[in-house]
């Protein structure tokens, strides 16, 4: 089985852990994003640009399984899921 796109998004003691596979070459943390997220208060607004900061940090591709546009919604959905589930 070969993942469309993968996430994992992670809150520890000592700041946030954000992987994610099938959006790049090799699977990436998304440093910048952790970075952003670790001085920041979770609301909506630091969700939203969130989102967006991790869909710039990804490059992902078209092929069978996916479409690049379809992978950079994706990545979205799964950090603002995962983060609303955190707060």
């Known amino acids: ?3 469309t796109i993968c996430a994992t998004v992670l809150k520890a ?3 946030w852990r954000l ?13 910048k994003t952790e970075e952003f997220l670790n001085g920041a208060v979770l609301s909506e607004e630091t969700i939203e640009t969130a989102v967006e900061l991790a ?3 990804v490059s ?6 996916a479409t690049k546009a379809y992978r ?5 959905v799964v950090l603002a ?3 609303r589930a955190l707060m």
């Open 1 to 3: 089985d070969l993942s």
């Open 72 to 76: 950079l919604e994706v990545v979205g």
């Open 55 to 57: 869909r710039s940090e």
């Open 19 to 31: 992987a994610y596979g099938s959006v790049a070459p090799t699977p990436i943390r998304l440093r």
């Open 60 to 65: 992902p591709i078209d092929d069978v399984r």
């Open 13 to 15: 003691d000592d700041g």
């Open 81 to 83: 899921r995962s983060l």
